[in-house]
């Protein structure tokens, strides 16, 4: 439910950047037919109903369409990122001041069960807006019941008080009694025109949409402004159609059939509330030059094409992008804790995971500068004094932001986890289940060296590859991280899991990665980076844990990376 | 029961139907009703199960007759109309009726008989 909300939360915030977009050119739209700034509410539509869009070069999109990750609810310091620093600081600064800071011994983050009670409140939401327009249809639909044929699709009744359309098949024009037949003419023709139109489906379907953004109100004032839109296009339709001046009439016609809105969701009634507006619009109606409507026309088609896709993700990333990166990490290496944990007898999974998050975060978050975003994941080796056994060689991995990282190990009978300081080597023991201790009498470059002896690979496999040998790095990816790191020389690239390019530094061809597996429905993406002679990586995916295909070659280096590259020596 | 004789207007177009076509087979006049008034079946029945409450018509093996007739109705509205327009006031009423219209010799005397037969 939380995922799901998270999803209409984005969509919501990129259809209100586009809805805001569509406000300001209906203004630019004024003297134009309406029809065009109809058709601008579209994208609106479509922004709010699909969570992804193509991406393309030819974009005016200011926002990215995931503002809120995913997993922002393991997040430490929950943030969202739109892209437009306007919009961003007080929306942080409000998030960051309104929950409770986070307490790395709690087992749940507040921005999490904030995510969930809000999602269950969204639903509530959205079922009772449905509830309401249903109610509201049958409501309708009692009350013409016995309206009588006037002919074809024509009903009259007494009950009604201004003309509208209802159904959704076979749409009907519902006319209330005593309308002089030379309003009927007109008002047929308005009606005929939203029947033509489609208007019928396209405005429960709007109101559908609407209500899964509810709690948004740039989205109600977008539906409120499409409605009128709509209807101000079909009463122009109207003018256009009649060859005689009927302004005056018509006009009279929308005031002494105006009605007060009694709902919101209405059916597409011909006197509806803005009737001032569209009576000064019918006033002011000429028949517009040719070359208005061609001009109309390439705007609106520009707008929606830059509107409707997202702009191509090659952008420099920024602080706070790369401070989430970093954010990321610590929720892998907390994950990677955990999990081995799960194998100690010592110790609960609760108590280690909740310790390591406190020196995870004490040793991360706090202490990390802007700066500071380099970080390396090695699979070394590592001298170990445990209960059973003196100084025994095991590998571990370790994890490095800067000078300072966080050293695991593993084994069959004991697991380990402590804080690296690279400079000296120097590991400083969290959390030992069964009495083991690291020996940090090897210095880190030492360890370096040894964690390359001849094959120089780096395996990156999903969480749950079991690949654990000497020559091969292994990296495990954090299901909730919906982002890689992947750089060539000082450029850098973070994308969504499913967006993942690759440029290769020599060629600059561009390389997608695969998603290759998927479990328990997150994807999971693995690939390997092996070492030439020459010691550049070459990036290779694997579109099965056994078959390689080399998909880049060139100048590639894993990490991240603020300023200098991460480079993986061997 | 006063309003045994008002009438919406959908009941009014019906009723009409029935007082043309009666004593009427129910399922007749829901074809009647199709056509006529672009009723669906169930829309006839519910119709004629209504105005069978308000003791209008009957339904009795499936044949409908009516219980009051075209003029209850026409009076009935007259009625109301002249008391909410002219307060009661049947000369009033004619005054404003007159005012626009010329009427033949054979319409004046008519109306002059009619007005002979209810005075006291």
């Given amino acids: 439910m939380t995922a799901l909300f998270i999803t209409i939360l984005n969509m919501s915030i990129t259809a209100s950047f586009v809805a805001l977009a569509v406000m300001l050119a209906r203004v630019l739209l004024k003297k134009a037919p309406k029809i065009f700034s109809y058709a601008l509410w579209s994208v609106v539509l479509f922004r709010l109903m699909f969570p992804f869009s193509i991406e393309s070069i030819f974009s005016f999109m200011p926002a990215s369409p995931a503002a809120i990750p995913q997993d922002i609810i393991y997040s430490q310091a929950p943030s969202v990122q739109t892209g437009v620093q306007l919009f961003d600081i007080p929306v942080n600064t409000v998030i960051n001041n309104v929950l409770p800071p986070v307490n790395p011994t709690n087992s749940v983050n507040p921005i999490h069960v904030f995510l969930e009670v809000a999602a269950y409140a ?396 998927t479990v328990n429905d997150i994807p999971h993406i693995a690939f390997f980076v092996e070492i030439t002679d020459t010691g550049r990586p070459i990036l290779i995916a694997i579109d099965n844990t056994t078959q390689p295909n080399i998909i880049a070659n060139g100048g590639i280096t894993i990490g991240m990376s603020a300023r200098t590259p991460a480079t993986v020596a061997p | 029961m006063e309003n045994l004789f008002k009438l919406f207007d959908a009941e009014y177009k019906f009723m009409c139907i029935v007082w043309t076509h009666e004593p009427v087979n129910s399922t007749e006049l829901t074809r009647i009703c199709e056509k006529e008034l672009g009723w669906k079946k169930p829309t006839t029945y519910s119709m004629i199960k209504k105005l069978c409450e308000r003791g209008i018509m009957k339904n009795e093996k499936a044949t409908v007759t009516t219980l009051i007739t075209r003029e209850d109705v026409q009076k009935y509205e007259a009625d109301v109309f002249i008391h909410r327009v002219f307060d009661g006031s049947v000369p009033s009423f004619i005054a404003s009726f007159l005012q626009s219209k010329t009427l033949s010799n054979e319409e004046a005397r008519s109306i002059k008989a009619m007005i002979d037969g209810v005075v006291k």
Wanted: charged letters at 20%.
């Fill in chain 1, 122 to 517: 969204w639903l509530a939401g959205f079922i009772a807006l449905l509830l309401y327009a249903v109610m509201g249809y049958i409501g309708l639909r009692r009350r013409v019941r016995y309206a009588t044929l006037v002919r074809g699709n024509i009903f009259e009744t007494d009950k009604i008080k201004t003309p509208f359309v209802l159904g959704f098949i076979r749409p009907k024009i519902y006319f209330p009694l005593n309308i002089g037949p030379a309003q009927q003419d007109y008002i047929l023709k308005h009606e005929q025109t939203h029947i033509k139109r489609r208007d019928y489906i396209i405005k429960p379907f709007a109101f559908i949409v609407l209500a899964l953004h509810w709690f948004n109100p740039v989205i109600w004032i977008s539906y409120l402004l499409m409605s009128k839109d709509m209807e101000m296009s079909c009463d122009e339709a109207v003018l256009r159609k009649t060859n005689e001046d009927i302004r005056g009439d018509y006009s009279a016609s929308l005031l002494s059939l105006s009605v007060e809105r009694v709902s919101l969701l209405n059916p597409i009634a011909f006197g509806e509330s803005n009737v001032k507006e569209r009576v000064v619009n019918v006033l002011c109606f000429k028949k517009t030059a040719k070359w208005i409507s061609v001009v109309s026309f390439i705007f609106a088609a520009v707008f929606l094409v830059g509107f409707a896709s997202d702009t191509a993700f090659y952008q420099p990333a920024s602080e706070q992008e790369i401070e989430r990166v970093t954010e990321r990490f610590e929720v892998y290496v907390y994950e990677l804790h955990s999990r081995i944990e799960r194998h100690a007898d010592t110790i609960s999974p609760e108590e280690a995971a909740a310790i390591a998050a406190r020196y995870i975060w004490d040793n991360f978050g706090v202490n990390i500068d802007g700066s500071v975003v380099y970080m390396t994941f090695q699979y070394v080796q590592a001298r170990m004094r445990t209960h059973a056994d003196d100084d025994a060689t095991v590998g571990a991995w370790s994890f490095l932001i800067g000078e300072r990282g966080v050293l695991t190990a593993t084994n069959m009978d004991f697991t380990f986890l402590g804080i690296l300081n690279a400079a000296t080597g120097e590991v400083i023991s969290i959390n030992s289940a069964g009495n083991n201790e690291i020996i940090a009498t090897v210095p880190f470059s030492e360890r370096y060296t040894h964690a390359f002896p001849e094959t120089r690979q780096i395996l990156l496999t999903n969480i749950h590859g079991i690949e654990n040998h000497d020559e091969v790095f292994e990296f495990s990816y954090c299901p909730q991280t919906s982002s890689i790191w992947i750089t060539n020389t000082g450029e850098r690239v973070t994308a969504p899991l499913n967006h993942i390019n690759v440029r290769c530094a020599d060629t600059g061809e561009i390389f997608h990665i695969e998603i290759i597996e």
